[in-house]
């Protein structure tokens, strides 16, 4: 979801038989890495393929979808980060595959030592045909130059507000659980564009209200400051209303939230109220709904660009 830059080029690879020998999949946390690398995997070794659409129901497709394949091994790199977990790893290397390719993803691979990396490059450097292999980080630049230079990297980005609530909408429609739409948002932009932490946190809120969830439940679970507050908070602040603003603090205070993720949730909606007062064209860089948008132009009349970026500053600090 949201990494068509990565499935585009691999497909292309796929279909004109140029797929590389060794990938680097980087990026944040839950965004599809190593999914995206099972993928692959089951797109090599299919018996239609390689074809970038895996048939998903042969002896290969089903036995990679189950984690118990011969030739698709996975292994954590935080667990597997020795010279010996290296050294037993080529030696798998020289046996021949049951279908077309051998291939390991190594999960978190910046764990590794810097003696593992060492034994593992003559490996990568000249592997075998059958041999293929995909790494995926949060962190590639603690990946050695040597290591880097030998992979094709994918870059994976942080996966779009709008994606992650179109796919939990599906998610919920297809267990039949209601939930508003501001209740998804809230679940998505807690998620910090991870698909893995969105997903987790929709499950929390389902253990919490049931099948039947609206806004209000959806920020009582996971203990988010209800919008309505910043946005008080926001007008008295750009208005010169010091009552609005005590008001805003004494009910986020009176509600149980915590005033540091108040300060910090304010922080955001100040910087996206100043986007929109510095530039009409700022909307595609701020992710937020219509409802918010109209609120924050109406807000930005009422002061000067001055006021929301000194704000901005002072919430900062």
Request: charged share 25%.
């Amino acid at each position: 979801a949201g990494q068509s830059h990565v499935t585009r080029t691999l497909r292309n690879a796929i279909e004109r038989d140029r797929v590389h020998h060794a990938y680097l999949f980087s990026g944040p946390r839950g965004v599809g890495k190593t999914t995206s690398a099972r993928a692959l995997a089951r797109a090599i070794n299919c018996e239609q393929g390689p074809t970038p659409d895996p048939c998903g129901v042969c002896t290969h497709c089903e036995s990679i979808l189950q984690g118990n394949s011969a030739d698709v091994k996975e292994i954590d790199g935080a667990s597997n980060n020795s010279v010996e977990s290296v050294r037993s790893l080529r030696e798998e290397v020289q046996y021949l595959p049951q279908s077309r390719k051998r291939i390991f993803i190594i999960d978190e691979v910046h764990m590794l030592s810097n003696h593992a990396f060492n034994a593992l490059l003559k490996t990568l450097e000249e592997p075998p045909a059958h041999v293929m292999f995909i790494f995926a980080t949060t962190e590639p630049n603690n990946l050695p130059d040597t290591i880097l230079s030998r992979c094709q990297r994918f870059e994976f980005k942080r996966i779009p507000m709008t994606t992650v609530v179109s796919y939990l909408a599906n998610i919920c429609k297809s267990e039949g659980i209601q939930i508003d739409e501001g209740g998804l948002r809230l679940i998505a932009r807690a998620g910090e564009g991870s698909m893995r932490d969105s997903q987790s946190l929709l499950d929390q809120v389902i253990s919490f209200a049931g099948k039947e969830i609206t806004t209000e439940q959806v920020a009582s679970a996971l203990g988010l400051v209800d919008r309505a507050f910043l946005y008080r908070m926001l007008k008295g602040m750009v208005t010169y209303n010091a009552a609005l603003c005590l008001e805003a603090i004494n009910s986020v205070y009176d509600a149980g939230y915590d005033l540091a993720e108040f300060a910090s949730e304010m922080l955001e909606l100040l910087r996206n109220a100043t986007l929109i007062v510095l530039s009409k064209d700022s909307f595609k860089f701020v992710d937020i709904p219509e409802d918010e948008r109209k609120e924050l132009e109406g807000l930005a009349k009422e002061s000067t660009p001055d006021v929301f970026t000194r704000s901005f500053q002072v919430m900062l600090d």
